[in-house]
DNA sequence: TAGTGGTCTAGACCACATG
DNA sequence: ATGTGGTCTAGACCACTAT
């Protein structure tokens, strides 16, 4: 199937093509009786106009809708039967648009209880986000303790990296995490300052749990993906005064640049990571 | 539904309870017309026998079949109608066995050709397992050169990790993985001697292409998973030497233990990388 | 033209959670 | 008892590949 909402491709030879509700087609319903000629020729006039399987479209959907706030982290989707008769579709392509959803860890599903929007309030999230484990094994019990949390000019790279307007200020932060007392890692973040208005060390050390919660929490932000590059490097100065460590030891370098929906770059974090007792953790699957 | 091969729940409420082939039911047919009977008690009767959907008794048969050696890497498996019909099941049972193995790399679909066992021979195989890129961006052009091959009785804790018996032997391996003639990574491996006999240093250096598909043709052994524990320390003598850096540089140590199939341990690696013009890329998704 | 995987539908029933 | 997601089936048609 190649049916889309940009209207070209209806034209399929299905003998009945659910419309995927009112408010989706541009076109008169007649135009998906001509078989394969709307679409053939579209094909060669515009040059690549994407088309995906219906399920796809109802994922984009859902991600459009979660995006602008419509259900919030924490709280349940409307169930399968309920979506599909919203959409127009079968539940059975409601299923497969939502199990790519949680696949990618935007919805989690629960047997008897229904589909929720994940959140970083969860236990599992931040599995997800923090790759720091004990070299005994398991998850270290980390405390994080904000060092300093100022609106600046970002660096030029940060500019970029976060797709920023030249001269717009960010929030950077420098908080330490401490495993046992002990400083383990010293992460620097920088922010999008249009987005975390309001952002203050009072507010992030009054917080306790993960950053990625409060950002989600209370400016709206939730971070679903990031890349991270690694490096042994030797400690810089001012990082290596903050962990107590000597100036020069090799220390891991963690740097991230976290999305949110439709690939939005929002967050850059450096991390710094001492691994005497700990390393950090990668899943090869 | 839960139905299983272990012949107790064959009693589920099922109109048609499909029998998986002959082969698989330890008890007359008449046993599964009995509603909720036998089912319940055995659930009270054996703790916790485990019961899983037909799907995923597909999916393990066809690892089994593979693990056999039933199909090779590289070679199409039967279609979906065919596996259909092999198993007495349907073609959306085996299609979503089918869809966990591919989502696991384990096989790989191509539409219009059939679904194939997946090889370290493929590009796709070499992006997942190795994680060295250009600090520019993109996969760098290596080159590998094996220093040394012998076998040897490993390390306590090679022994451990790879579950053999205690005097058994284990072949090591030292290569340089090579970017631009520069070093880049130093790795060491062991493998479990029994799994690779007759692997010698000159096999090793006539071969060209990555150790993983040499490993896959002629010792019958695919690596599937792997997990990893980063640490950055510093470099110490014997590594230095050979990396041609100063000792007690920052490199990067990369501990591999890599599994096959039914998570059976089949390779320990150490990778020193040096991470001045590259890094470790990593994708939290 | 035939064979493969990919999408979509419709309907049944099971398993789990909650009231 | 009801509603949710989870599994399984059957059948249709589309898209792609090869011959």
Known sequence: MSRDLLSLN?????????????????????ASELPGIGAEASKEAF???????LYRQIKDRLMRALDSGEWQPGQMVPSEHELAKRYGVSQGT??????????EHVLVRHQGKGTFVSS????????RFLRLR??????????????????????????????MRAGESAVFIRRMLTVDAFPAVLDELWLPGSLFRGLTQERLQQYKGPLYALFEASFGTRMLKAREQLKAIS?????????GIEVGKPVLLVDRLSTTYQDRPVEVRRGFYLTEKHHYFNALV
């Open 120 to 127: 970083h309030h969860e236990e599992r999230a931040q599995f």
């Open 47 to 53: 040059d690549a106009p994407t088309f995906s399987p």
């Open 235 to 243: 400690c810089p100065a001012d990082q290596a005064l903050l962990l």
């Open 134 to 163: 004990r070299d005994a094994g398991g998850l270290p019990a980390t405390e994080s303790s904000i060092l300093e949390c100022r609106r600046v000019r970002p660096p030029a790279d940060v500019t970029r990296e976060l797709q």
């Open 10 to 30: 209806q034209a399929t030879s299905r003998q009945e093509a659910p419309s995927l509700g009112p408010d989706l087609s541009g076109l008169p319903k007649a």
């Open 94 to 103: 409601v299923r497969k648009a939502i199990e790519e959803l949680a696949a």
